[in-house]
């Protein structure tokens, strides 16, 4: 077991149904520490970059529109294990897949409806803290490399 970070979003479709709170509860309460987070409405060009890897998939216009329709929560979190942790209180991608009691399960409809995203590797967190946060924000909060 080691101390991790990760990178998670709550997406505009439970920022907009009033789940923000329970979400953040859901992953404290599973162990990962919030130690940087901040409401941002991504704009075109930010959610095309942070998803670039689906550029060429069929469901990536669907999902920068989706993901530009709201504010988003962004953050970081912290804690044994916080990738594969976040991963697992989240739940599978589909929503409707999503085991009971997940955060997906039980605050997304499908598979682009998701209400979460977590990074998936080491390097994807790293990438992924570094898109929304600048090192200035993160010693600013104390958040050291
Ligand atoms: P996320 O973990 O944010 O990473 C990429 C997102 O693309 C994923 O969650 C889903 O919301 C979305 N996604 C993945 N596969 C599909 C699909 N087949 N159809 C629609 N959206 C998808």
Redesign the pocket.
């Known amino acids: 077991m080691s101390k991790e970070r990760t990178f998670s ?1 709550v997406k505009p479709d439970a920022v907009l149904a009033g789940k923000t709170g329970a979400i953040v509860q859901h992953l404290t309460d599973g162990g990962l520490k919030p130690i940087a987070m901040k409401l941002v409405h991504l704009s075109q060009e930010q959610a095309k970059g942070f ?1 670039h890897v ?1 550029r060429e ?1 069929p ?1 990536f216009g ?2 920068v529109k989706f993901m530009t329709s709201g504010p988003c929560l962004v953050q970081v979190l912290e804690g044994e294990n916080a990738i594969a942790k976040n991963r697992e209180l989240m739940g599978a ?1 589909d929503s409707k897949k999503a085991a009971a009691g997940t955060i997906r399960q039980k605050f997304g409809t499908d ?2 409806r ?1 209400a979460a ?2 990074s998936d590797a080491p390097e994807t967190a790293k990438y992924e803290i570094g898109f929304f946060f600048s090192g200035a924000e993160l010693a600013a909060l104390g958040v050291t490399p």
Do not use: P, Q
């Open positions: 979003i998803y689906h998939r469901f669907d999902l991608t598979i682009e998701n995203h977590g």
